[in-house]
């Protein structure tokens, strides 16, 4: 009998993944009826991102869908940490995986407030810190400077005893500059990378499509430049890289992984097909078996050696 590979691994101390998949924050609902399998089949499964207070979000229209990709300016509307704390997370306390929380905030103080909030909280195995929507008020700086990338993370480094994971923004000229920067203050894991900012403009309006103006692309469009860009930040850093952008189906998430990303998410792909996630997770232990790997750590970076 051919031995099934072995898709398990640990990140980082405290945060094992089942297996490499997870869905991107904001992309899955975790709600009472309304998931298509049960996420404790996921590596992990990362929240919507929470904020220190109630947010209502942005403006409509918020979405646009793009050829081959999805402009969104959704804003991060969150109910806030409080009620985060009291309605969401002992549902999301059930699933038997590990559970990342996603943060966002405008100031630095922002993030303390929530994770300082969560930390006595069981069951939490990481926080993921959204420096980098691209349709977040003030936010963005954060995830486009690198000296106040590093400032904000060395406060927030402070007050979190988890692991911190640091999404960073493909908004920017060199990512491995922020990719190193984000080491030196703190980070444990970087996932690589955010959307894209674009805008759409209808014609017959005269007008930007999306409330916000701006949006974040995400889909297939900007699969090849996240791909370049986990390469380079594999290559650049001594820490764990999570790949997210365009991935669709078990051929994309094998590709992240062999530029150097040790788990990969899911996002745009969700909305399409609400199983891909699964499919994918099926088709990476098949590539493993029929090529005689015997784990994923096998192939984690093979395309660079």
């Not at 909280?121 to 929507?133: D, K, R, V």
């Not at 692991?163 to 990512?175: C, E, M, Q, R």
């Not at 894209?196 to 916000?212: E, F, H, Q, S, Y």
């Amino acid at each position: 009998m051919v031995k099934k590979p072995e898709l398990s691994g640990e990140l980082v101390p405290g945060l094992i993944l089942k297996n490499p998949v997870m869905p991107a924050s904001g992309t899955y609902d975790y709600g009472e009826g309304a998931n298509a399998f049960d996420p404790s089949l996921l590596g992990a499964i990362v929240t919507k991102s929470v904020a220190a207070s109630p947010r209502a979000g942005n403006a409509p229209p918020r979405l646009y869908e793009t050829p081959c990709g999805l402009l969104n300016a959704v804003g991060i509307p969150s109910e806030g940490v409080d009620a985060f704390k009291r309605h969401t997370l002992p549902g999301l306390k059930k699933y038997d995986t590990a559970l990342i929380v996603s943060v966002a905030g405008e100031t630095p103080a922002d993030f303390i407030k929530v994770i300082g909030s969560l930390e006595e909280e069981e069951g939490i195995a990481a926080y993921e810190l959204n420096f980098s929507c691209p349709n977040l008020g003030d936010g963005m700086p954060y995830g486009t400077d690198p000296e106040l990338l590093a400032l904000a993370l060395k406060k927030i480094r402070k007050v979190a005893a988890r692991p911190l994971i640091v999404k960073l923004s493909p908004n920017v000229a060199d990512i491995r500059l922020m990719a190193r920067r984000a080491r030196e203050a703190g980070a444990d894991i970087l996932t690589v990378a955010n959307t894209l900012t674009g805008m759409a403009i209808d014609i017959r309006k005269r007008k930007p499509v999306l409330g916000n103006i701006f949006g974040g692309l995400s889909g297939p469009a900007i699969k090849p430049i996240a791909l370049r860009m986990v390469w380079e930040v594999a290559g650049a850093v001594d820490i764990p890289v999570i790949g997210v952008g365009g991935i669709t189906n078990a051929a994309d998430a094998l590709e992240f992984i062999m530029a150097g990303a040790r788990a990969v998410q899911v996002g745009t792909a969700n909305f399409a097909n609400p199983m891909v996630m699964l499919e994918i997770i099926e088709g990476i232990a098949d590539y493993l078996q029929e090529n005689g790997f015997a784990k994923v750590e096998d192939i984690v970076g093979l395309a660079r050696k």
